[in-house]
């Protein structure tokens, strides 16, 4: 697979773009992700004409209502930011990004809970960044987080699963279209759509099921809904058990009373949070390979992202 391409906040590579001449460098975003991405880099400041270093801004207002306003001087720069940020998702478009990494606390690339004062200069954390909140309505299945909620184990594993499945999606539709590709696709990630959501894994059967019955070009589009709703889900460990044991169905005849206990014994005390996941899933990749289980070999669950980025454990 050539690398991912997904959008960034500019000085969370390194770049000397913060209103006080700084950066943000994230040592993991950068060198760690950065060995299978390709980052399309965005500064809202920066690249709507706002010098290095310059004046703080904040928002001000309602959640409705936003203004970006200068601390110092009150210059109203809303209006000046919207306009460049309108024009820059439709640019990005033809990036075919498939996903963005915000700056958090950011009055423009901000994601979520970014301070708002009201006319006593008291902040509430209600806001969204001028650029994100544009970016987001542009995109809205687009998987997307923040480099602070990034820090989150979960939230990080949720979020490079869902670009890394999407990339491959994207793979597909670059195929010659046929409706073999999807039920193909579909059929190497159903454990992995019924670790994030079993009701998307019922209603994406049924699509896949009477896909005759409709356009290649809408069944493309409404597997694809379905498909990016579904990862948006986070997986849990009730979840995640349900899939590991549904996989150990498929040993039934192979496995013997030891392999049996000890596997279900991993299971239990995954569920239990003794253990993270990679653990039981290193058993029964064991087990794929050492009885040539055809059909979890080309299970994407096992394998959905790099290992060297270790998203799996955590407990």
């Avoid at 904040?58 to 000046?80: A, F, N």
């Avoid at 010659?176 to 039920?183: D, G, M």
């Avoid at 009701?199 to 990016?228: C, D, P, W």
Wanted: charged share 30%.
């Amino acid at each position: 697979m050539e690398k991912i391409k997904l959008g960034i906040s500019s000085c969370l590579l390194g770049e000397n773009v913060r209103y006080d001449g700084g950066h943000k460098l994230d040592r993991f975003l950068k060198d760690t992700l950065g060995e299978y991405v390709e980052y399309v880099s965005v500064c809202p400041e920066v690249e709507c004409g706002l010098g290095v270093p310059r004046e703080s801004m904040h928002l001000e207002g309602d959640p409705d209502s936003l203004c970006l306003i200068m601390t110092r001087t009150r210059q109203d720069m809303t209006q000046r930011m919207v306009n460049w940020a309108r024009k820059r998702v439709t640019q990005l478009e033809k990036e075919a990004l498939c996903g963005f990494i915000f700056k958090s606390d950011s009055p423009s690339s901000g994601m979520e809970r970014i301070k708002i004062y009201n006319e006593n200069r008291m902040p509430v954390k209600k806001g969204v960044g001028i650029f994100a909140g544009i970016f987001m309505a542009y995109f809205p299945l687009l998987p997307v987080e923040d480099e602070g909620r990034l820090h989150d184990p979960v939230l990080r594993e949720n979020f490079i699963e869902r670009i890394f499945t999407l990339k491959r999606w994207r793979e597909v539709l670059k195929k010659k279209e046929n409706r073999e590709n999807l039920i193909d696709f579909h059929t190497k990630h159903k454990l992995l759509i019924l670790a994030h959501s079993p009701r998307h894994y019922q209603m994406m059967g049924r699509l896949v099921a009477g896909q005759k019955s409709i356009s290649l070009l809408e069944l493309n589009r409404q597997y694809q809904a379905l498909f990016l709703e579904s990862l948006e889900l986070k997986t849990t460990p009730k979840k995640n058990t349900n899939v590991l044991q549904h996989m150990m169905g498929y040993f039934k005849e192979q496995l013997s009373l030891d392999e049996k206990k000890e596997l279900l014994e991993v299971i239990n005390h995954y569920r239990l949070g003794y253990i993270p996941l990679v653990v039981p899933v290193t058993l029964i990749s064991h087990y794929v390979r050492k009885y040539d289980q055809p059909y979890l070999r080309e299970q994407v669950y096992l394998n959905p992202h790099p290992l060297e980025l270790q998203l799996r454990n955590h407990v």
